[in-house]
């Protein structure tokens, strides 16, 4: 899968046009409207990919042999498979030769010749994270892979994937609970983010013709989209859900199908000023992440 991915991203690399790159399953579904999926993702500055190495690691796939092959038992990491990309990180996979080879020989699934054990050893969850701390730019990831929501609570089989919603699961409360959208000290801002992207994109029939319409069309306050806490797509999602799920995104409240633009001035509050207030709530809020436990 790895081979794949390095042959896809250096087709996408190839356009100067592309800065975003975002590796999703079939199963996968976004969470919001395209104008804002389109806006967060070309204002992060950071990959969502967990690099920093302070979860479950998963030792059990580590061996020997790859600090033998130039990858040191200090950058070994775990992630998810599913990342979003800066246009540096994907360079960085395409131009890379090394750490992809020591994964081709030693990352493998099946019988340890040095144990006689089982080792389990998933390239595509590790490759993208482990190759970005050889580097030393893992704190150029949101150190959590927050691309996509799942359910891990309820695992299918023997556990290795997670949960798949069925058609009967799907309405827009779960939207919302997969967003994050209503939980406390999380910029998942989706009402405000989608009043915003929406007025930032129009057709080519609403562009103004005059300056005075232009006047009447601003200003918006900064925002910074709904945040690297808050997942943009989920999974896994079967083909029977997707009646329920296009109604789900498309019911009032959620608007991630068929939204319109608003109407008047924006009345979503600044996320800065709402960074500031909840940091008045919460001291820990808006710390460095390698300050905060």
Not at 70 to 77: E, K, S
Not at 136 to 159: I, P, S
Not at 172 to 198: H, M, S, T
């Amino acid at each position: 899968m790895n081979e794949g991915v390095r042959a896809m991203l250096r087709a996408a690399v190839a356009d100067p046009a592309n800065q975003r790159f975002v590796l999703l399953s079939e199963s996968c579904a976004p969470l919001h409207h395209p104008a804002v999926l389109h806006q967060q993702l070309t204002h992060e500055t950071l990959s969502r990919v967990d690099a920093c190495g302070r979860g479950n690691v998963m030792w059990e796939r580590w061996t020997w042999r790859l600090e033998a092959a130039g990858v040191p038992a200090t950058a070994w990491r775990k992630g998810s498979q599913w990342t979003a990309l800066t246009r540096d990180h994907a360079q960085l996979i395409v131009d890379d030769t090394a750490i992809a080879a020591a994964f081709a020989r030693h990352c493998t699934y099946g019988e340890d010749a040095d144990t006689g054990g089982w080792r389990a050893c998933v390239p595509d969850e590790s490759y993208v994270p482990t190759l970005l701390a050889v580097h030393g730019r893992d704190n150029e990831t949101d150190c959590r892979g927050g691309l996509t929501a799942v359910d891990w609570a309820r695992k299918e089989g023997t556990g290795a994937h997670p949960h798949r919603f069925a058609a009967g699961e799907v309405d827009a409360a779960l939207v919302r609970r997969l967003r994050r959208q209503d939980e406390p000290f999380v910029l998942c801002d989706a009402d405000g983010a989608l009043d915003l992207a929406l007025r930032s994109y129009v057709g080519v029939d609403d562009v103004p013709a005059s300056a005075a319409a232009w006047a009447r069309v601003g200003p918006y306050p900064a925002i910074r989209g709904v945040g690297h806490q808050c997942p943009l797509l989920a999974r896994k999602f079967g083909e029977d859900a997707t009646p329920a799920l296009e109604a789900a995104l498309g019911a009032p409240g959620i608007g991630a199908l068929g939204a319109s633009a608003p109407a008047g001035n924006p009345t979503v509050a600044r996320s800065d000023e709402r960074e500031l207030e909840w940091a008045r709530q919460d001291p820990t809020w808006g710390k460095s992440r390698r300050a905060v436990p």
